[in-house]
């Protein structure tokens, strides 16, 4: 069984369903900072994946309710998701999709400063080394 099989999921309109019937609902973003800055879900916090272990006893202590785990696409949600039920939080979900899914959706975003992915910014590098050497 993969990690993935056994986290508990829930699709975005249900969890936007459940945010709003609840505004004790903890959303957790595990992406990059620069990820979270150039758009995530309004009133969600981010706690990058690289730093859930570090944080891991102050969450499952601190939770004082249900929490939702969002990434871009759902895996680092996942793994997570895992860490956290291996410590002893078992009421965290995955968002299925993730941001890619809730802006599919038509979920309401916060948009920050926008960041070049780093192959773009490679492409771009590669792209002006050729361009020069022509």
């Known amino acids: 069984m993969t990690a993935r099989s056994s986290s ?7 969890a936007r369903a459940l945010i709003a019937d609840n505004p004790d609902v ?6 990059t900072p620069g990820e979270f800055e150039t758009a995530h879900v309004p009133a969600s916090i981010n ?23 969002m990434c871009q696409s759902g895996n680092r949600a ?7 039920a291996d410590a002893g939080l078992t009421d965290a979900t995955v968002i299925t999709g993730g941001m890619n899914a809730w802006v599919a ?24 080394v050729v361009l020069l050497a022509v």
């Open 78 to 84: 996942t793994a997570a998701c895992t860490r956290l």
């Open 105 to 128: 959706a038509g979920g309401p975003v916060e948009r920050g400063r926008q960041r070049w992915s780093l192959e773009r910014q490679v492409r771009l590098v590669a792209g002006g």
């Open 8 to 14: 508990p999921t829930i699709d975005v309109p249900t």
């Open 26 to 31: 903890l959303i957790v973003d595990v992406r």
């Open 47 to 69: 706690l990058p994946l690289d730093q859930v272990d570090a944080h891991l006893g102050r969450i499952v202590n601190d939770a004082g309710g249900r929490i939702l785990l």
